[in-house]
């Protein structure tokens, strides 16, 4: 069994990947700094689920802290999948320093202290965003990488770090370029998860754009088999792979199939364009399936059902709208709060202050 750090393991697919490999008998260290983006009290109830689920530790860190980087990834580390950002291509049109100093810095940070701590891989969290403009379909690996957002420029760039300490210091990395992911406890601003909570209240959904804009989605369990398939695996060292659903679906289309779970009578209103959406995205997954034999095991029905289903016990129901955001002032409180609300894990819980 091996000791695994995972960055971002608050947060959606961080949390995924850290409960799937704690139930397998791994020993976890969750890295999160409980950013406010979205809501708190969410990231904490992921940390509660992994620490009941086996040998796991939770540190509050910021990953463009280096010398904190370094004290956390120390020696007896042997696998890091690295997971923390600034996501959300919107927010990162509003403000693109934010994304560059926690995606760029912060994964320079995590590899240069796990280079240092001679880890045996980092595995890291991509995104199809570095695609941007699209000149065919499906992507494959080889598409070119014109990023039409903040968020993808900072994506590549950490996705070149990652190969560049391979070549250079020989610290064997893999990045997994994710497709719009899904799935209970996804993020609650990503469209699945909005249109799903609004279509439960009958309320109107907005559309940005005409709506045949199409998208890959990914299911969650599909994305932490592909990570887990990661581990021990020395072929795809200094690689990049697609984890898409290897499906596209319109927005329009995504929308009748939920009416149709859900039985909603939302309005749908169409609104302008947002600036850095992608037109398009459809992962080729071939490379996945040579190299790690990945076949994505959930078509958008399936993991549409799954995703309502648990919407409907455990969903966030107050919308990302109402969550405290980078800029409250409540930011702070809401932090404060969730120190207490975790008292009660306090033996696994390393709170740093800093
Ligand atoms: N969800 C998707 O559809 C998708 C698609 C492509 C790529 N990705 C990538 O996958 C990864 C996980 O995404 P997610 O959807 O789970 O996002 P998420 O926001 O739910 O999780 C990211 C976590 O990182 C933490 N974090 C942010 N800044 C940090 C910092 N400075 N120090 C320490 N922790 C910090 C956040 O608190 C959060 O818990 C990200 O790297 C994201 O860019 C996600």
Same mark, same amino acid.
């Given at each position: 069994m091996s000791k695994i750090v995972i960055t971002g393991g608050a947060g959606f697919i961080g949390s995924h990947i850290a409960e799937n490999l704690a139930k397998n008998g791994h020993e976890i260290v969750i890295v999160d700094n409980l950013d406010p983006y979205y809501s708190v009290d969410l990231k904490m %109830?992921? =940390?509660k689920t992994v620490l009941n689920s086996g040998d796991v530790t939770f540190v509050n860190a910021d990953i463009t802290d280096l010398s904190r980087?370094?004290?956390?990834?120390?020696? $007896?580390? @042997?696998? !890091?999948?690295?997971?923390?950002?600034?996501? /959300? !291509?919107?927010?990162? *049109?509003e403000d693109p320093f934010k994304p560059n100093d926690v995606n760029v810095l912060g994964t320079l940070n995590v590899l240069k202290a796990s280079l240092d701590a001679g880890v045996k891989k980092v595995i890291n969290?991509?995104?199809?965003? !570095?695609?941007? &403009?699209? %000149?065919?379909?499906?992507?494959?690996?080889?598409? +070119?990488?014109? +990023?039409?957002?903040?968020?993808? *420029?900072? %994506?590549?760039?950490?996705?070149?770090?990652?190969? =560049?300490f391979y070549e250079v210091y020989g610290l064997p990395t893999t990045s997994l370029r994710y497709f719009t992911v899904y799935g209970p406890r996804m993020r609650p601003d990503l469209a699945i998860s909005i249109f799903t909570r609004k279509m439960l209240a009958n309320e109107p959904i907005t559309v940005f754009g005409d709506g045949e804009q199409t998208r @890959?989605? $990914?299911?969650?369990?599909? #994305? #932490?088999?592909?990570? &887990?398939?990661?581990?021990?695996? %020395?072929? $795809?060292?200094?690689? *990049?792979?697609?984890?898409? /659903?290897?499906?596209?679906?319109?927005v329009n289309c995504l929308i009748e199939n939920l009416r149709s779970?859900?039985?909603? &009578?939302?309005? !749908?209103?169409?609104?302008?364009?947002q600036k850095g959406d992608t037109e398009d995205t459809l992962a080729g997954v071939d490379l996945g399936n040579e190299m790690i034999g990945y076949r994505p095991l959930f078509n958008i029905n399936k993991g549409l059902n799954n995703f309502v289903d648990w919407f409907k016990t455990e969903g966030d129901t107050h919308g990302f709208d109402k969550q405290v955001n980078v800029a409250s002032p409540g930011s702070q409180k809401s932090v $404060?709060?969730? #120190?207490?609300?975790?008292?009660?894990? &306090?033996?696994?819980?390393?709170?740093?202050?800093?």
């Amino acid at each position: 069994m091996s000791k695994i750090v995972i960055t971002g393991g608050a947060g959606f697919i961080g949390s995924h990947i850290a409960e799937n490999l704690a139930k397998n008998g791994h020993e976890i260290v969750i890295v999160d700094n409980l950013d406010p983006y979205y809501s708190v009290d969410l990231k904490m %109830k992921n =940390v509660k689920t992994v620490l009941n689920s086996g040998d796991v530790t939770f540190v509050n860190a910021d990953i463009t802290d280096l010398s904190r980087m370094g004290q956390i990834i120390d020696s $007896t580390v @042997d696998y !890091v999948y690295h997971e923390a950002a600034q996501a /959300g !291509v919107r927010i990162s *049109v509003e403000d693109p320093f934010k994304p560059n100093d926690v995606n760029v810095l912060g994964t320079l940070n995590v590899l240069k202290a796990s280079l240092d701590a001679g880890v045996k891989k980092v595995i890291n969290a991509s995104s199809s965003s !570095v695609y941007g &403009k699209v %000149k065919y379909l499906p992507f494959d690996e080889q598409h +070119p990488t014109e +990023p039409v957002s903040p968020y993808g *420029v900072s %994506k590549l760039a950490a996705e070149h770090y990652c190969r =560049v300490f391979y070549e250079v210091y020989g610290l064997p990395t893999t990045s997994l370029r994710y497709f719009t992911v899904y799935g209970p406890r996804m993020r609650p601003d990503l469209a699945i998860s909005i249109f799903t909570r609004k279509m439960l209240a009958n309320e109107p959904i907005t559309v940005f754009g005409d709506g045949e804009q199409t998208r @890959d989605f $990914t299911f969650i369990e599909d #994305v #932490v088999e592909a990570n &887990k398939r990661l581990l021990d695996n %020395k072929i $795809t060292d200094g690689k *990049v792979l697609n984890i898409g /659903g290897g499906n596209r679906i319109s927005v329009n289309c995504l929308i009748e199939n939920l009416r149709s779970i859900t039985g909603s &009578k939302s309005e !749908v209103i169409y609104a302008g364009k947002q600036k850095g959406d992608t037109e398009d995205t459809l992962a080729g997954v071939d490379l996945g399936n040579e190299m790690i034999g990945y076949r994505p095991l959930f078509n958008i029905n399936k993991g549409l059902n799954n995703f309502v289903d648990w919407f409907k016990t455990e969903g966030d129901t107050h919308g990302f709208d109402k969550q405290v955001n980078v800029a409250s002032p409540g930011s702070q409180k809401s932090v $404060t709060s969730v #120190v207490h609300l975790i008292e009660s894990y &306090k033996k696994h819980v390393l709170y740093n202050s800093n």
